[in-house]
């Protein structure tokens, strides 16, 4: 099945710097790649997603990047906020294209 | 829209007992439900996959008499932690994925902490 690899596991910054979380997938044919935010005890909340037949997508200061050929793609935050600060995961879908198979995560502390 | 309700929100049960969790789409039909484990600072990981009006699918590890999922709706479907034990405790979570909707969405419950003592 399919299996995601995320790192890194924490990443510290200080506010203003940019933040980048990278994760590889297993399954070629997997298509759909969303990233959420975790706050401790909360459910995740979709912050963006990309489908496989786009390279990139940009929502305000969030960014994520795809390559297929790779089989990785990235999320990318820039002029972080301590707001920002929180636990990340990125997703693909599994082999039948419904439930989602998540990274291990990382822990983002955005330092002012 | 798109709201995903769970209940309890938290339940503390002792050694043996069963403990039930049900997960709601208030405003929308879902044919599919999931439900994912959530230990202390790790990932998310699949339980099952819940079909309205068919057997779940577990994943590879998880003990399907142990972990009892009933989608008998398709705003409803439960989970039931029969026999529960101290390494039970986490947080189980559930995702809807709207009948109506695109081939991607799902939304996700807010949690259910279970503490087995």
């Known amino acids: 099945g399919e299996n995601v690899e995320q790192h890194p596991s924490t990443l510290s910054v200080q506010e203003g710097d940019s933040a980048v979380i990278k994760c590889t997938y297993s399954d070629s044919a997997s298509n759909y790649f969303p990233w959420y935010k975790q706050e401790l005890g909360k459910r995740p909340q979709l912050i963006i997603d990309i489908r496989s037949n786009v390279g990139e997508k940009k929502d305000q200061r969030i960014a994520v990047t795809l390559n297929k050929t790779a089989k990785h793609f990235s999320l990318h935050i820039t002029e972080t906020q301590p707001e920002d600060s929180a636990v990340y995961f990125c997703a693909a879908h599994n082999q039948a294209g419904t439930a989602l198979i998540f990274g291990k995560g990382t822990t983002l502390s955005v330092s002012s | 829209g798109a709201v995903v309700s769970q209940h309890p929100s938290w339940v503390i049960c002792k050694s043996g007992t069963s403990v039930k969790i049900e997960c709601r789409s208030l405003d929308f039909q879902a044919t599919t439900m999931f439900w994912y484990r959530q230990f202390p600072k790790q990932s998310l990981m699949l339980m099952a996959t819940?079909?309205?009006?068919?057997?779940?699918?577990?994943e590879q590890g998880v003990e399907k008499d142990k972990f009892l999922i009933n989608h008998a709706s398709l705003t409803l479907s439960t989970l039931t932690v029969t026999s529960a034990h101290p390494e039970d405790s986490s947080f189980y979570i559930c995702s809807a994925r709207p009948l109506a909707g695109g081939p991607n969405e799902q939304f996700f419950g807010p949690g259910t902490r279970l503490t087995v003592l």
């Open positions: 819940s079909n309205e009006g068919s057997k779940a699918t577990y």
